[in-house]
Protein backbone atom coordinates (compact mmCIF):
# COMPACT_ATOMS: atom_id res chain seq x y z
CA UNK A 1 0.00 0.00 0.00
CA UNK A 2 1.58 3.60 -0.94
CA UNK A 3 1.55 6.74 1.26
CA UNK A 4 1.26 10.10 -0.58
CA UNK A 5 4.42 11.73 -0.35
CA UNK A 6 5.15 14.29 2.43
CA UNK A 7 4.47 17.92 1.10
CA UNK A 8 6.70 19.13 4.00
CA UNK A 9 10.32 21.21 2.70
CA UNK A 10 13.00 20.08 3.32
CA UNK A 11 14.71 20.61 6.90
CA UNK A 12 11.47 20.29 8.79
CA UNK A 13 10.57 16.99 7.98
CA UNK A 14 10.94 14.94 11.01
CA UNK A 15 8.92 17.44 13.04
CA UNK A 16 5.68 17.18 14.94
CA UNK A 17 2.46 18.50 12.48
CA UNK A 18 1.01 21.56 14.34
CA UNK A 19 4.13 23.38 15.26
CA UNK A 20 4.95 27.16 14.18
CA UNK A 21 8.53 27.98 13.91
CA UNK A 22 9.95 30.26 16.08
CA UNK A 23 11.53 32.15 12.98
CA UNK A 24 10.90 32.28 9.37
CA UNK A 25 13.02 33.54 7.22
CA UNK A 26 11.80 36.67 4.91
CA UNK A 27 13.43 38.29 1.67
CA UNK A 28 14.71 40.82 4.36
CA UNK A 29 16.19 38.54 6.89
CA UNK A 30 19.62 39.90 7.64
CA UNK A 31 20.82 36.30 9.02
CA UNK A 32 21.01 37.23 12.63
CA UNK A 33 19.17 35.04 14.43
CA UNK A 34 16.72 37.12 17.40
CA UNK A 35 17.02 35.75 20.81
CA UNK A 36 13.29 35.21 21.89
CA UNK A 37 13.62 35.14 26.22
CA UNK A 38 11.32 33.46 28.09
CA UNK A 39 9.37 34.56 30.76
CA UNK A 40 10.96 33.96 34.35
CA UNK A 41 8.95 31.63 36.64
CA UNK A 42 7.17 33.07 39.32
CA UNK A 43 9.34 31.18 41.53
CA UNK A 44 12.80 32.88 40.18
CA UNK A 45 10.38 36.69 40.55
CA UNK A 46 9.79 36.07 43.88
CA UNK A 47 13.47 34.99 44.95
CA UNK A 48 14.94 38.06 43.51
CA UNK A 49 12.14 40.24 45.60
CA UNK A 50 11.70 38.76 48.68
CA UNK A 51 13.02 40.90 51.53
CA UNK A 52 16.71 39.72 53.11
CA UNK A 53 17.73 38.31 49.83
CA UNK A 54 21.42 38.27 49.59
CA UNK A 55 24.49 38.54 52.17
CA UNK A 56 23.59 39.34 55.82
CA UNK A 57 25.67 41.18 58.71
CA UNK A 58 25.98 39.97 62.11
CA UNK A 59 22.94 39.67 64.20
CA UNK A 60 23.79 41.85 67.34
CA UNK A 61 21.91 43.96 69.57
CA UNK A 62 20.99 47.06 69.01
CA UNK A 63 23.40 49.79 70.69
CA UNK A 64 20.79 51.43 72.77
CA UNK A 65 20.84 53.81 76.10
CA UNK A 66 18.55 56.08 77.40
CA UNK A 67 18.21 59.70 77.49
CA UNK A 68 19.81 60.09 81.14
CA UNK A 69 22.37 57.61 80.11
CA UNK A 70 23.69 60.11 77.39
CA UNK A 71 25.84 62.64 79.66
CA UNK A 72 28.34 59.37 80.54
CA UNK A 73 29.02 59.53 76.84
CA UNK A 74 31.22 62.45 76.87
CA UNK A 75 34.80 63.56 76.46
CA UNK A 76 36.59 65.98 78.37
CA UNK A 77 38.32 68.52 75.75
CA UNK A 78 40.47 71.59 76.68
CA UNK A 79 41.96 74.41 75.00
CA UNK A 80 44.40 73.97 72.30
CA UNK A 81 47.94 75.52 72.57
CA UNK A 82 51.37 75.97 74.06
CA UNK A 83 51.35 74.27 77.26
CA UNK A 84 53.13 77.24 79.41
CA UNK A 85 52.86 75.72 82.67
CA UNK A 86 50.23 75.17 85.63
CA UNK A 87 47.87 78.02 87.35
CA UNK A 88 47.68 78.31 91.50
CA UNK A 89 45.10 75.25 91.25
CA UNK A 90 47.57 72.64 89.85
CA UNK A 91 45.42 73.02 86.18
CA UNK A 92 47.18 73.52 82.98
CA UNK A 93 47.55 76.82 81.44
CA UNK A 94 47.38 76.86 77.84
CA UNK A 95 48.11 79.89 75.38
CA UNK A 96 46.52 79.49 72.04
CA UNK A 97 48.63 81.31 69.64
CA UNK A 98 47.85 79.87 66.52
CA UNK A 99 44.53 81.89 65.73
CA UNK A 100 41.98 82.68 63.30
CA UNK A 101 42.47 86.00 63.58
CA UNK A 102 45.46 88.44 64.27
CA UNK A 103 47.08 88.12 68.08
CA UNK A 104 49.33 90.42 69.71
CA UNK A 105 51.22 89.29 72.79
CA UNK A 106 53.49 91.49 74.70
CA UNK A 107 56.13 89.46 77.33
CA UNK A 108 57.29 91.66 79.66
CA UNK A 109 60.42 88.93 80.92
CA UNK A 110 64.05 87.46 80.38
CA UNK A 111 65.51 85.57 77.37
CA UNK A 112 64.87 82.39 79.35
CA UNK A 113 60.91 82.16 79.35
CA UNK A 114 60.57 83.92 75.80
CA UNK A 115 62.77 80.80 74.54
CA UNK A 116 61.04 78.53 76.26
CA UNK A 117 57.61 79.94 74.36
CA UNK A 118 59.09 79.50 71.38
CA UNK A 119 60.57 75.54 71.83
CA UNK A 120 57.29 74.66 72.82
CA UNK A 121 55.47 76.72 69.58
CA UNK A 122 58.23 74.78 67.51
CA UNK A 123 56.49 71.48 69.33
CA UNK A 124 52.72 72.33 68.27
CA UNK A 125 53.81 72.47 64.78
CA UNK A 126 53.83 76.15 64.64
CA UNK A 127 56.55 78.10 61.66
CA UNK A 128 58.90 80.02 64.72
CA UNK A 129 60.80 83.48 63.51
CA UNK A 130 62.62 85.12 66.04
CA UNK A 131 63.33 89.03 65.70
CA UNK A 132 66.37 90.24 67.25
CA UNK A 133 69.47 92.35 68.09
CA UNK A 134 71.31 89.33 69.82
CA UNK A 135 71.42 86.45 67.20
CA UNK A 136 74.04 84.81 69.19
CA UNK A 137 71.64 84.22 72.08
CA UNK A 138 69.21 82.64 69.70
CA UNK A 139 71.39 80.56 67.54
CA UNK A 140 71.97 77.43 69.47
CA UNK A 141 68.14 77.32 70.07
CA UNK A 142 67.07 77.41 66.27
CA UNK A 143 69.96 74.77 65.82
CA UNK A 144 68.32 72.12 68.28
CA UNK A 145 64.90 72.93 67.48
CA UNK A 146 63.03 70.51 65.20
CA UNK A 147 65.16 67.95 65.74
CA UNK A 148 66.98 68.86 62.65
CA UNK A 149 64.68 70.20 60.67
CA UNK A 150 64.25 74.24 59.80
CA UNK A 151 61.54 75.43 62.27
CA UNK A 152 63.33 78.24 63.99
CA UNK A 153 64.59 80.89 61.82
CA UNK A 154 66.74 83.56 63.45
CA UNK A 155 66.39 86.89 61.23
CA UNK A 156 68.26 90.28 62.00
CA UNK A 157 66.02 93.65 63.14
CA UNK A 158 63.98 94.85 60.56
CA UNK A 159 64.91 92.51 57.77
CA UNK A 160 61.86 89.74 58.26
CA UNK A 161 60.47 88.62 55.07
CA UNK A 162 56.58 87.69 54.45
CA UNK A 163 55.95 84.86 56.48
CA UNK A 164 52.71 83.33 54.28
CA UNK A 165 51.01 82.37 57.03
CA UNK A 166 47.86 79.43 56.45
CA UNK A 167 45.97 77.23 58.74
CA UNK A 168 47.61 74.33 58.06
CA UNK A 169 51.51 76.22 58.67
CA UNK A 170 50.64 79.16 61.76
CA UNK A 171 53.41 81.29 62.07
CA UNK A 172 54.78 82.73 65.64
CA UNK A 173 56.80 85.29 65.08
CA UNK A 174 59.34 86.88 68.34
CA UNK A 175 60.37 90.36 68.49
CA UNK A 176 63.90 90.43 70.80
CA UNK A 177 64.61 94.16 70.16
CA UNK A 178 65.46 96.10 73.39
CA UNK A 179 63.11 98.19 75.28
CA UNK A 180 61.93 100.61 72.19
CA UNK A 181 61.49 98.13 69.42
CA UNK A 182 61.36 99.73 65.80
CA UNK A 183 58.20 99.62 63.78
CA UNK A 184 58.30 95.99 62.37
CA UNK A 185 57.60 95.03 58.71
CA UNK A 186 55.70 91.79 60.03
CA UNK A 187 53.07 92.39 62.00
CA UNK A 188 50.06 90.07 63.36
CA UNK A 189 47.78 88.67 60.76
CA UNK A 190 45.18 85.84 60.79
CA UNK A 191 47.40 82.54 61.58
CA UNK A 192 50.54 84.88 62.60
CA UNK A 193 51.24 85.53 66.36
CA UNK A 194 53.67 87.99 66.85
CA UNK A 195 55.26 88.13 70.41
CA UNK A 196 57.47 91.04 71.53
CA UNK A 197 59.67 90.66 74.10
CA UNK A 198 60.44 93.71 76.81
CA UNK A 199 63.01 93.67 79.21
CA UNK A 200 61.40 95.67 81.75
CA UNK A 201 58.22 98.06 82.01
CA UNK A 202 60.26 101.27 80.33
CA UNK A 203 59.00 104.94 78.92
CA UNK A 204 57.66 103.30 76.00
CA UNK A 205 56.02 100.20 77.40
CA UNK A 206 52.84 101.42 78.00
CA UNK A 207 52.35 101.45 74.08
CA UNK A 208 52.69 98.38 73.95
CA UNK A 209 51.13 97.02 77.12
CA UNK A 210 48.08 99.02 75.31
CA UNK A 211 47.48 97.08 72.24
CA UNK A 212 48.45 93.74 73.20
CA UNK A 213 45.55 91.36 73.02
CA UNK A 214 47.75 89.66 75.95
CA UNK A 215 50.17 90.29 78.28
CA UNK A 216 52.93 88.13 80.96
CA UNK A 217 54.80 90.02 82.84
CA UNK A 218 57.54 88.59 85.10
CA UNK A 219 59.11 90.31 88.36
CA UNK A 220 59.04 93.72 87.71
CA UNK A 221 60.14 96.63 90.74
CA UNK A 222 57.26 98.63 92.44
CA UNK A 223 57.75 101.31 90.25
CA UNK A 224 57.16 99.29 87.48
CA UNK A 225 53.81 97.89 88.63
CA UNK A 226 52.19 101.60 88.54
CA UNK A 227 51.94 101.44 84.95
CA UNK A 228 50.93 98.39 84.53
CA UNK A 229 48.27 99.06 86.91
CA UNK A 230 47.76 102.29 85.12
CA UNK A 231 47.24 100.26 81.76
CA UNK A 232 45.93 97.34 81.83
CA UNK A 233 43.75 98.07 85.18
CA UNK A 234 45.09 94.93 87.30
CA UNK A 235 43.92 94.25 90.45
CA UNK A 236 46.16 96.06 93.64
CA UNK A 237 45.99 92.40 95.72
CA UNK A 238 47.77 91.10 92.37
CA UNK A 239 50.16 93.61 91.70
CA UNK A 240 51.73 93.39 94.73
CA UNK A 241 53.38 90.01 93.98
CA UNK A 242 55.18 91.36 91.38
CA UNK A 243 58.07 92.42 93.51
CA UNK A 244 58.51 89.23 94.76
CA UNK A 245 57.45 86.66 92.03
CA UNK A 246 60.26 83.46 91.64
CA UNK A 247 62.29 83.14 88.51
CA UNK A 248 59.41 80.82 86.56
CA UNK A 249 56.09 82.47 87.21
CA UNK A 250 55.04 85.03 85.46
CA UNK A 251 51.06 87.00 85.31
CA UNK A 252 48.87 86.70 82.06
CA UNK A 253 46.48 89.13 81.97
CA UNK A 254 43.77 90.98 79.81
CA UNK A 255 41.96 94.09 80.90
CA UNK A 256 39.42 91.64 82.52
CA UNK A 257 41.56 88.27 83.43
CA UNK A 258 44.38 87.55 85.54
CA UNK A 259 46.21 84.65 86.62
CA UNK A 260 49.62 83.54 87.65
CA UNK A 261 51.26 80.64 85.86
CA UNK A 262 54.37 78.83 86.71
CA UNK A 263 56.57 78.12 83.96
CA UNK A 264 58.41 74.37 85.22
CA UNK A 265 60.99 73.45 82.50
CA UNK A 266 61.25 69.66 80.85
CA UNK A 267 64.75 68.20 81.50
CA UNK A 268 65.36 68.48 77.37
CA UNK A 269 64.61 72.75 78.18
CA UNK A 270 66.82 72.82 80.81
CA UNK A 271 69.76 70.71 79.43
CA UNK A 272 69.25 73.96 76.07
CA UNK A 273 68.34 77.26 78.38
CA UNK A 274 69.39 76.54 81.86
CA UNK A 275 67.41 77.10 84.48
CA UNK A 276 64.54 79.37 84.98
CA UNK A 277 66.07 82.62 85.32
CA UNK A 278 64.48 86.50 85.47
CA UNK A 279 67.33 88.02 84.28
CA UNK A 280 69.90 87.40 81.17
Request: with cysteine.
Amino acid sequence: MSHPASTMPPGQQGRAPGRTPAHVASPTDTGMIPIIRQPEAPQQQRRIFSPGFGLRGPRRNRHVVSADELAAISMPIGDDGVLIGTDPEQQPAVLGLSRPTAFDVVLVGGLWLAQVLALRAAATGARVGVETGRPQAWQQLAQAAGGGQQCVTVYPVGRVPAQGPSVSSPVVLFRDCGIRPPRGRVTSVPWQAVVTVLPFVSEHAPRWLAQAHLVGIQRISPYETEAVRDTLGVPEEQLQHLPTLHDGVALWCTRKHQKFVMTEPTDAETGLLGVARRMD
